[in-house]
C-alpha cells in the first residue's frame, strides 16, 4: 500500500507563509487524489482540498480560497501545500491523505505535519 | 456546506463493552459517509467507508449503519486499544467535511 511521509515541524510568525510535503512511496502517485486536512489542537478536523497530481487539477474549500496553493512533483512522487498570510489560528496539525476511489474515502494519511505560528 | 453532527462528544464505556456513535448530516448524502479511528498524537486511519463497508484488517467488532441522514458506528465487545476519538466524514461533495468527534474514554 501507499506510505505517505510529511515534512517535519514549522514555527512561522504571523504573515508569513508555509510549505508542507508530502512524499508518497508506491506506483500509483500520478493516477491519485491528494487531499490536505489539518486538526487545531484539540479541535476536529478540516478538509483544506485537493490536488490531482496527472493533471494539476485542485479545488479547494472556498475558506482557503486565495491563500492556499496545492501543487505535486511527479518526479519525485510529492505533493505540496503551501498555506501564505498565516494567523495564529493556522496553528494545526496538516495531514495529506489518499482520497480513494475518486476522493470517496481517504486511507493512507502521512503522519502529519505541526505548524506553529506565532509571533 | 453539509454539517455532520455527532453525539455524543464523549462517551464513558469498558472493556468487553458495546457502544454506539451517531452522526446526522444536514441533507441526505447517499453512501457517500466513512468513520475513522484517532488515537492521540497520531493520524486519523480509515475504519468504515461507504456507510457500512470495513476497510481491511479492521477487527469484525467494528461496524457503521444507516441511511439518509443518520448514521451510526458500533463497536462490540470493546477492546483497549479501542479506546480513541472516532469522527465521521461525508464525500457527496465539497467542501468535504468531518463530524465533530466522539471520545470513547474508559
Known amino acids: 500500500q501507499v506510505l505517505l511521509v510529511q515534512s517535519g515541524a514549522e514555527v512561522k510568525k504571523p504573515g508569513a507563509s508555509v510549505r508542507v510535503s508530502c512524499k508518497a512511496s508506491?506506483?500509483?502517485?500520478?493516477?491519485?487524489?491528494i487531499n490536505w486536512v489539518r486538526q487545531a489542537p484539540g479541535q476536529g478536523l478540516e478538509w483544506l482540498g485537493l490536488?490531482?497530481?496527472?493533471?494539476?487539477?485542485?479545488d479547494y474549500a472556498q475558506k482557503f480560497q486565495g491563500r492556499v496553493l496545492m501543487t505535486t512533483n511527479t518526479s519525485i512522487t510529492t505533493a505540496y501545500l503551501e498555506l501564505t498570510r498565516l494567523t495564529s489560528d493556522d496553528t494545526a496539525v496538516y495531514y495529506c491523505?489518499?482520497?480513494?476511489?475518486?476522493?470517496?474515502?481517504?486511507?493512507?494519511w502521512g503522519q502529519g505535519s505541526p505548524v506553529t505560528v506565532s509571533s | 456546506d453539509i454539517q455532520l453532527t455527532q453525539s455524543p462528544s464523549s462517551l464513558a464505556a469498558f472493556v468487553g463493552g458495546r457502544v454506539t456513535i451517531s452522526c446526522r448530516t444536514s441533507?441526505?448524502?447517499?453512501?457517500?459517509l466513512n468513520w475513522y479511528q484517532q488515537h492521540p498524537g497520531k493520524a486519523p486511519k480509515l475504519l468504515i467507508f461507504?456507510?457500512?463497508r470495513l476497510r481491511s484488517g479492521v477487527p469484525s467488532r467494528f461496524s457503521g449503519g444507516g441511511s439518509g441522514t443518520e448514521f451510526t458506528l458500533t463497536i462490540s465487545n470493546l477492546q483497549p486499544e479501542d479506546f480513541a476519538t472516532y469522527f465521521c466524514?461525508?464525500?457527496?461533495?465539497?467542501?468535504?467535511?468531518f463530524g465533530g468527534g466522539t471520545k470513547v474514554e474508559s
Open positions: 491523505a489518499i482520497g480513494e476511489a475518486r476522493g470517496q474515502w481517504f486511507d493512507p
Open positions: 508506491g506506483n500509483n502517485f500520478i493516477t491519485s487524489e
Open positions: 490536488v490531482l497530481p496527472m493533471t494539476g487539477n485542485t
Open positions: 441533507q441526505t448524502i447517499s453512501t457517500f
Open positions: 461507504g456507510v457500512s
Open positions: 466524514q461525508q464525500t457527496f461533495n465539497t467542501p468535504l467535511t
